[in-house]
């Protein structure tokens, strides 16, 4: 049974209604007979409280709770919007809808009730208890998004002035082109803190990170965000810590070692730089580890401890030595990304340890020695695997038909190939391929020309010996793909057709000889065409000459 309704605060409710415009072309994810939660809010329908969307205190009957997802609201909300007369609102969720590119009115500091306070840049502040859902559905945003909502200063500080009682601050997406006040690190009820690509600038207050109950800080996507992290307690409850994409620099405390309850860890593209401390491997709860992007070096502590590790991020730094057989016993492991660092020697042959690995980039390092791809085949889950660009020579001759089913792409350049390696007939989900900078000689076989046909958007076979393809067709038969790269190899002959889907075509610094062929007409998505250092005479298509708005 709902509770009695407030007069004043149902009046406020039709007033905030009133406000806007209820159209269903701001609604998301409706069909043609939606309807809005704000639908059943009616002068016939007098008690509030039982109105969609709406929440009240069962004692008192006072709003308490207002879930407004998707409501179709099209309009502006002011500082003289009934909305703030809602004093007893402790929740506010207002996503998803169309608020014309509001600032956020110095008004919602009057809500002092609220413990809950989430803003995006697709609708206006949204406060909501079912934060963690929304939060992650919010971690794939498009950074570039444009942000449909500005929080100016004075109100930022005047909002985290008042609001004394907030546990939960997201306004991820929300134009804050202000430097964080330092009065939040004193708002010690937050436990949750979230405000990615804000367009935040100058100094991170230190204090933020060690905010007495915070468990959750997201400050990823601030490029004018600066700072350094501090020495972390024992005491800290951080489970998830980003700030990537920010200005942030200096070393990784040795103190991180006491966030003894952090599961994810996201540094990525900042400038840190030196050792990545031992105590790192005391972090037990870690299931996410990403470091990509800066500027660390030397060897990598021992990881053995981390027993929960899923995803392991260390490309893009200057990290040495050889590759640490302790990774192997990480078996949660499904992403291994090691890629652009200085690592040296052979690759472990205990990675066949790494079962529930989905993907593996060892590219753009030193390593080196003779492998064989069977030590790698195990690896049935395996949908990316890239090793180009070390000092490997790979042999593999593997035949099973098992043999990486699901694998979606495979870089292999300048892995010192000189056949293409026949496991690939058994791929049928290829979307990427490149086995350029390599020592193939000869035809491109046409059991090659079958491999993952209805699948296949990028092959790069540049930098080989090629001399042809073997196949009768006059147009290579990949229906899907986007990109081809046969340049710099021996290829002779009339000019091979790519498949009409390509938007890419370089297949310059061969030995093509003959016409250009007049089913090159037929390419009308061609953005870019190389035919230079080749052979070719006679006369150019008139064809190309209208591709001009593409090509």
Same mark, same amino acid.
């Given at each position: 049974m709902h509770p009695l309704c407030h007069a004043d605060e149902r009046s406020a409710l039709l007033q905030f209604k009133e406000?806007?415009?209820?159209?269903?072309s701001t609604c998301r994810f409706f069909d043609d007979d939606y309807l809005p939660p704000v639908a059943s809010w009616t002068l016939e329908n007098s008690s509030c409280c039982s109105w969609d969307g709406v929440d009240c205190d069962k004692k008192s009957g006072h709003v308490i709770g207002l879930e407004l997802i998707n409501s179709c609201l099209y309009g502006s909300i002011n500082s003289s919007s009934s909305l703030f007369q809602l004093v007893h609102l402790q929740l506010l969720d207002l996503s998803y809808n169309n608020f014309h590119f509001s600032q956020i009115p110095s008004s919602i500091g009057n809500l002092a009730k609220l413990k809950v306070a989430f803003g995006t840049g697709e609708s206006t502040l949204l406060l909501a208890s079912k934060f963690l859902r929304i939060f992650l559905g919010m971690l794939s945003f498009d950074p570039s998004s444009k942000r449909l909502l500005e929080l100016k200063m004075p109100h930022f500080e005047s909002l985290v002035q008042n609001l004394t009682n907030l546990e939960v601050l997201?306004?991820?997406?929300?134009?804050?082109?202000?430097?964080?006040?330092?009065?939040?690190?004193?708002?010690?009820?937050?436990s949750f803190l979230v405000l990615t690509s804000c367009g935040l600038l100058g100094e991170l207050p230190t204090n933020i990170f060690q905010l007495p109950n915070a468990e959750i800080l997201y400050l990823a996507r601030?490029?004018?965000?600066?700072?350094?992290?501090?020495?972390f307690n024992r005491t800290s409850h951080l489970k998830y810590l980003?700030?990537?994409?920010? &200005?942030?620099? #200096?070393? *990784? $405390?040795?103190?991180?070692? @006491? =966030?003894?309850? %952090?599961e994810l860890l996201f540094l990525e593209f900042n400038n840190f730089s030196g050792l990545v401390p031992p105590s790192i491997g005391n972090l037990s709860k870690l299931t996410v580890m990403a470091l990509s992007g800066n500027s660390f070096r030397g060897n990598l502590p021992s990881f053995a401890n981390l027993n929960h590790l899923a995803y392991l991020d260390?490309?893009?730094? &200057?990290?040495? #030595?050889? *590759? $640490?057989?302790?990774?192997? @016993? =990480?078996?949660? %492991?499904?992403?291994l990304k090691l890629e652009s660092n200085k690592f040296q020697g052979p690759i472990p042959s205990s990675i066949s340890r790494l079962k529930n690995l989905l993907n593996l980039d060892l590219s753009f390092n030193n390593l080196s020695g003779t492998m064989e791809l069977d030590s790698l085949h195990v690896l049935k889950n395996l949908t990316t695997l890239s090793l180009s660009f070390n000092k490997l020579s790979l042999l593999g001759k593997i035949n099973s038909s098992g043999s990486f089913p699901n694998l979606t792409s495979l870089s292999l350049a300048s892995c010192n190939l000189s056949e293409f390696p026949q496991y690939l007939q058994n791929l049928e989900k290829l979307i990427y391929l490149d086995l350029s900078f390599n020592n193939i000689h000869g035809f491109v076989p046409q059991w090659f020309l079958e491999t993952s046909k209805e699948t296949l958007l990028i092959l790069d076979l540049s930098h080989n010996f090629l001399t042809g393809f073997d196949q009768s067709s006059l147009v290579l038969p990949w229906s899907r793909l986007l990109t081809l790269k046969i340049d710099s190899n021996r290829i002779q002959g009339l000019l091979p057709v790519p498949p009409f889907s390509t938007v890419s075509y370089i297949i310059s610094n061969n030995s093509l000889t003959g016409e250009i062929p007049p089913l090159i007409c037929n390419q009308t998505l061609l953005?870019?065409?190389?035919?230079?250092?080749?052979?070719?005479?006679?006369?150019?298509p008139e064809c190309l000459g209208n591709m001009s708005n593409s090509l």
């Open positions: 406000s806007f415009i209820i159209n269903n997201f306004l991820s997406l929300v134009n804050i082109p202000y430097p964080v006040p330092s009065l939040l690190a004193n708002m010690s009820s937050l601030n490029p004018g965000l600066t700072g350094n992290l501090p020495d980003s700030v990537i994409g920010t &200005g942030m620099s #200096g070393e *990784i $405390p040795a103190s991180i070692g @006491n =966030l003894g309850s %952090l260390l490309g893009s730094n &200057g990290f040495a #030595g050889p *590759i $640490p057989f302790n990774l192997m @016993n =990480l078996t949660r %492991l499904t992403s953005q870019v065409l190389d035919l230079s250092k080749n052979n070719l005479s006679g006369q150019i």
